[in-house]
């Protein structure tokens, strides 16, 4: 685990702990109180405290366990855990309430039990509101800070005898003012307290549990998925978005999205896309992010991105792809690269499958011309004298610097280099243009340039140029 991490592990069980002491220095207290008084009230409040106790110690060993990284028995972590302790805690505050109920309409209605309220009593009830208040907001800080439903429980558990405390202590003075100014029917009081108490922890108590269960059940966080799913909808390179699901598991949630992306985008640019995904959902919630990338025709595309997209999904490499529209028939042409081991019989095999692919992009009449040309993957190496090339280079460049005058797009030509390769001499070469012109008009003139060069020198087999802006 990382610093980081490490140091989030040793606060939330610092905090933990600190509820386990708390809640043991309650129980004695109120167990006193219950001796002393014969409250149930107090009872109420004791037994409150008793199950917070154990709840207290349930929370300690779930962060323990929670904060485990995952493991081959475990590939989600341990979070969960730290949910089925919320649950546990909420089974515990049901069963004190229901206690306290039955123990109040038994007094209320059944049976007597002399109450001996004192100021000790309410000093100590005072005295045990002010440990509730210090481990609730304690608590509750360190719950925000990590997002720990486990410790969050314990906090609402501390919040709850923050105010049934309270409740107590006026319960008991009321019995107490019953017994000084011979007012009997606040006797009564205590019981109604208990009842106020019980109510108390029935509200909290059915609120948590019904985040846990949903927690436990995988039920998405309400509005968690609306906000993902706008937040990378937003994204450049996102179509749409198919479907978001999220679970949680503690204080990390998971994530799956399924996203349309455009079809002819490149395998490392979906792949830069489900990472900058990920780094955006993990910016709204701490997550584990999956993403499913479903390539998909975007609205109102091009015909050549369809053309190269069709290509794409038959593993094929194409490129001077050209169209005309001409009285009513589109005619397409376009570059072939296929494997340099080919035969021509299964050279024109893939040409006459891409062909078809093509023809089924519109209803109306296509035709296709496709030039085949191989794929190279072999690297070669010069086999001619470095002298004779490097006059040839020379007399190259010098005849590229006699057109600019006929070419008005050309600047000057540097950078020659001549090679002979298998028996073939190649040129290459750069030349600066003017960088305002369109890259169109700029290709055209490369192609005259190169037809140039090879018409001067007959030898050359092939020329190559590199164009760059005067600014560049």
């Known amino acids: 685990m990382t610093e980081r991490v490490v140091e989030e592990v040793k606060e939330k069980k610092r905090a933990a702990l600190l509820s386990v002491a708390s809640a043991l220095a309650l129980v004695s207290l109120k167990t006193f109180l219950v001796l002393r008084t014969g409250s149930l009230g107090v009872l109420s409040e004791a037994l409150h405290s008793g199950l917070d106790l154990v709840a207290a110690i349930i929370t300690f060993l779930s962060v323990r366990v929670s904060d485990q990284p995952a493991d081959e028995k475990h590939p989600y972590g341990h979070g969960k855990f730290e949910n089925f302790s919320a649950f546990v805690e909420t089974g515990l505050l049901l069963l004190t309430a229901l206690y306290i109920i039955y123990e109040a309409f038994s007094r209320l209605f059944f049976r007597s039990v002399h109450i001996e309220p004192s100021i000790t009593a309410i000093v100590i009830l005072f005295c045990a509101l002010g440990i509730d208040l210090t481990r609730a907001r304690a608590l509750s800080r360190v719950a925000r800070k990590f997002s720990s439903e486990a410790l969050e429980a314990d906090a609402l558990h501390f919040s709850t005898d923050v105010w049934s405390t309270i409740v107590v202590i006026a319960g008991v003075g009321l019995v107490w003012a019953g017994e000084t100014w011979n007012l009997p029917y606040l006797i009564y009081a205590d019981a109604l307290a208990a009842l106020a108490v019980a109510a108390v922890i029935l509200w909290v108590g059915s609120r948590l549990g019904r985040r846990t269960v949903d927690a436990l059940l995988d039920a998405a966080p309400e509005g968690l998925q609306q906000e993902i799913a706008r937040a990378i909808a937003r994204m450049d390179g996102v179509l749409d978005v198919d479907r978001i699901r999220v679970r949680r ?217 590199h164009p760059e802006p005067v600014e560049g």
């Open 249 to 465: 598991a503690g204080n990390r949630h998971f994530v799956d999205a399924t996203v349309s992306v455009p079809r002819t985008a490149s395998l490392e640019q979906v792949h830069a896309l489900s990472d900058a995904i990920e780094k955006r959902v993990g910016e709204i919630v701490p997550s584990d992010v999956m993403v499913h990338a479903e390539p998909r025709a975007p609205q109102g595309e091009h015909l050549f991105e369809a053309i190269r997209a069709v290509a794409q999904r038959m593993g094929l490499g194409i490129h001077d792809l050209s169209a005309l529209q001409q009285q009513g028939q589109l005619f397409v042409e376009l570059h072939l690269e296929v494997d340099e081991n080919l035969s021509l019989r299964e050279a024109h095999r893939q040409a006459t499958k891409l062909e078809e692919g093509i023809r089924e992009l519109r209803d109306g009449p296509i035709d296709v011309n496709i030039h085949i040309e191989p794929l190279g993957r072999h690297i070669a190496t010069p086999d001619a004298g470095a002298g004779e090339m490097k006059q040839l280079s020379r007399s190259v460049e010098e005849f590229l610097n006699s057109l600019p005058a006929e070419f008005d797009e050309l600047v000057n030509c540097h950078n020659v280099r001549t090679r002979q390769v298998e028996h073939h001499i190649l040129v290459s070469c750069h030349c600066t243009m003017k960088g305002a012109l369109a890259i169109t008009q700029i290709h055209d003139v490369l192609a005259t340039l190169e037809d140039r060069v090879k018409e001067r020198f007959p030898q050359i087999h092939r020329v190559t140029i």
